[in-house]
T-cell receptor, first 112, second 113 residues
């Protein structure tokens, strides 16, 4: 069964304090690994797709990396506006058409 | 439209009532998904449509849940005889292809009393 585990559950950072969020996954054939950002009361917003081990994607202060067992979302010099829940999801070749399996998320709070 | 639109945003139902939640996907998007999100958890897959065909309904928790997309655009998620455990945010998402880059609506928050 495809599964995604995210850690930590919650993270509090000072503005400018860099850190990383972890996403461990098991999937029977990875089609893609996805990172989403979710603000309170909103739907998730797409950030990145990673397809194969060794791949990296960057956007502003965020960088996502992928290995065969986990993905990291690195946040460099975060700002308060980066505060949100970050969700990781996988899409496999088996287990149903196109569906994403999400982790529970990491709630990030960045304080000035 | 500019994005995925869901209505109502908030719904309070008494246990045993039927509810209907509507989703207007981005125009031209072939794929449409429904997810359920409990407080503090990630979204959980309910069902998937490609155009009007419901290709995967493996995540629907019981036969009280029913989804349709008759003309391949607007979709409705119906929950019959609601129970307290149905309280959650119901998210609709669409995509132009079968990729995992989904565009989510803001969700419909259902509270069953």
């Amino acid at each position: 069964e495809d599964q995604v585990t995210q850690s930590p559950e919650a993270l509090r950072l000072q503005e400018g304090e860099s850190s990383s969020l972890n996403c461990s996954y098991t999937v029977s054939g990875l089609r893609g690994l996805f990172w989403y950002r979710q603000d309170p009361g909103k739907g998730p917003e797409f950030l990145f797709t990673l397809y194969s081990a060794g791949e990296e994607k960057e956007k502003e202060r965020l960088k996502a990396t992928l290995t065969k067992k986990e993905s990291f979302l690195h946040i460099t010099a975060p700002k308060p506006e980066d505060s949100a829940t970050y969700l990781c999801a996988v899409q496999g070749y088996t287990g149903g058409y196109n569906k994403l399996i999400f982790g529970a998320g990491t709630r990030l709070a960045v304080h000035p | 439209g500019a994005g995925v639109s869901q209505s109502p945003r908030y719904k309070v139902a008494k246990r045993g009532q039927d509810v209907a939640l509507r989703c207007d996907p981005i125009s031209g998007h072939v794929s449409l998904f429904w997810y359920q999100q409990a407080l503090g958890q990630g979204p959980e897959f309910l069902t998937y449509f490609q155009n009007e065909a419901q290709l995967d309904k493996s995540g629907l928790p019981s036969d009280r849940f029913f989804a349709e997309r008759p003309e391949g655009s607007v979709s409705t998620l119906k929950i019959q005889r609601t129970q307290q455990e149905d309280s959650a945010v119901y998210l609709c998402a669409s995509s132009a292809s079968g990729s995992g880059e989904l565009f989510f609506g803001e969700g419909s928050r259902l509270t069953v009393l």
